[in-house]
Structure formats: structure tokens, C-alpha cells
């Protein structure tokens, strides 16, 4: 495992997950949240995205945080381990509610009510979304997919990991 993308419906947990795996692999962790985003809740061109997104393919090791369909081909050519986190809608507002009005490593801004846009997207990711993951994931029977259906196959996966790395739990 040495690179590594982890997708999954908006709240699943990829940024959180993404900092565990970070921290048991010492692998390189860029969220692609904070390259698009701007501070002002602008975001930044397709060719600026498309060039830093290179930069960090183009490295040895890492862990990108993010779906951004338009990217997502080039990032499983090129990775060699997927996490999918592919939890029910209602676990996915849950997260997306908890962090409300929390600072967030992985976001430029902090969240503090529902955007209408944005609740939708959550709503229909599993319906409009997944469909389009499962049939991009097949394309690529070469990666190792690693599919979690719950938090709790997640944690437990961390925490063979952990076991097997030698490293405590924060």
C-alpha cells in the first residue's frame, strides 16, 4: 500500500479514516477538499486543479482524500489500493451534521448549517453516484478495492492495522 485513494459519499468519514491510515502508514495525506476550495468559498480552476492533482500523482507515496469524478480515473490508474466507504445516507448526514461549526483539517472553512445544493448530493449519492463508482472500479480489476459497509468494518480494519504496525491508538 503505498498509493492509496479513499472514496465515499460526503460525511462517510474518508477525512477522519484518511488521518488513521495517515498515521498507521506515515504515507503522504492530501485532501482534495483543500486544493479546490478556497477560503471564500470559491474554488479554484479545472487547470489549476488538474496540475497540483499531477504533482501529488507523480510522488512515490500517498493518501488522497476525495471522489471528484472528473479526476477519478487518473487518480485509479495510478493508485494501488481503493477504501470505499460505502455507508447508508443516513450514516453520511449524520456525518456531515456532526461536524457542523467545527474547524476541519481538510476544508478551508467551517460548516455550519445545511447548503440545499450540497443535502442533495449527500441524499442521492448512493442512487446517482455509486452506480457510477461501482462500473469505474471494474474497469480496474488490478486495484485492491477494500469496500466498508459500516463504521465499525472500518475501525476494525484500523485497528488490525494498527495491531500489525505496532502503533497505539490515539
Same mark, same amino acid.
Given at each position: 500500500? &503505498?498509493?492509496? @485513494?479513499? @472514496?465515499?459519499?460526503?460525511?462517510?468519514?474518508?477525512? $477522519?479514516?484518511? #488521518?488513521?491510515? +495517515?498515521? @498507521?502508514?506515515?504515507?503522504?495525506?492530501?485532501?482534495?477538499?483543500?486544493?479546490?476550495? #478556497?477560503?471564500?468559498? $470559491?474554488?479554484?480552476?479545472?487547470? /489549476? !486543479?488538474?496540475?497540483?492533482?499531477?504533482?501529488?500523482?507523480? +510522488?512515490?507515496?500517498?493518501? %488522497?482524500?476525495?471522489?471528484?469524478?472528473?479526476?477519478?480515473?487518473?487518480?485509479?490508474?495510478?493508485?494501488?489500493?481503493?477504501? *470505499?466507504?460505502?455507508?447508508?445516507?443516513?450514516?453520511?448526514?449524520?456525518?456531515?451534521?456532526?461536524? !457542523?461549526? =467545527?474547524?476541519?483539517?481538510?476544508?478551508? *472553512? %467551517?460548516?455550519?448549517?445545511?447548503? /440545499? /445544493? !450540497?443535502?442533495?448530493?449527500? =441524499?442521492?449519492?448512493?442512487?446517482?453516484?455509486?452506480?457510477?463508482? +461501482?462500473?469505474?472500479?471494474?474497469?480496474?480489476?488490478?486495484? &485492491?478495492?477494500? @469496500?466498508?459497509?459500516?463504521? /465499525?468494518?472500518?475501525?476494525? !480494519?484500523?485497528?488490525?492495522?494498527?495491531?500489525?504496525?505496532?502503533? &497505539?491508538?490515539?
Amino acid at each position: 500500500m &503505498k498509493k492509496v @485513494i479513499v @472514496i465515499g459519499s460526503p460525511g462517510a468519514g474518508k477525512s $477522519t479514516f484518511c #488521518r488513521s491510515l +495517515q498515521s @498507521i502508514t506515515g504515507l503522504p495525506l492530501f485532501y482534495l477538499d483543500m486544493i479546490f476550495h #478556497r477560503p471564500d468559498k $470559491t474554488t479554484c480552476p479545472a487547470e /489549476e !486543479f488538474d496540475e497540483k492533482l499531477s504533482q501529488i500523482l507523480e +510522488q512515490d507515496q500517498w493518501i %488522497i482524500d476525495g471522489n471528484y469524478a472528473r479526476t477519478l480515473a487518473a487518480r485509479l490508474a495510478q493508485c494501488d489500493t481503493v477504501f *470505499w466507504l460505502d455507508y447508508p445516507e443516513d450514516v453520511c448526514l449524520q456525518g456531515v451534521e456532526s461536524r !457542523f461549526g =467545527k474547524p476541519r483539517c481538510d476544508m478551508p *472553512w %467551517i460548516e455550519d448549517e445545511w447548503d /440545499e /445544493e !450540497f443535502l442533495e448530493f449527500v =441524499k442521492s449519492f448512493r442512487s446517482e453516484y455509486r452506480p457510477e463508482l +461501482q462500473k469505474l472500479l471494474g474497469e480496474y480489476p488490478e486495484k &485492491k478495492v477494500i @469496500i466498508f459497509e459500516s463504521r /465499525e468494518m472500518a475501525e476494525n !480494519f484500523l485497528e488490525r492495522e494498527r495491531a500489525l504496525s505496532g502503533e &497505539k491508538e490515539v
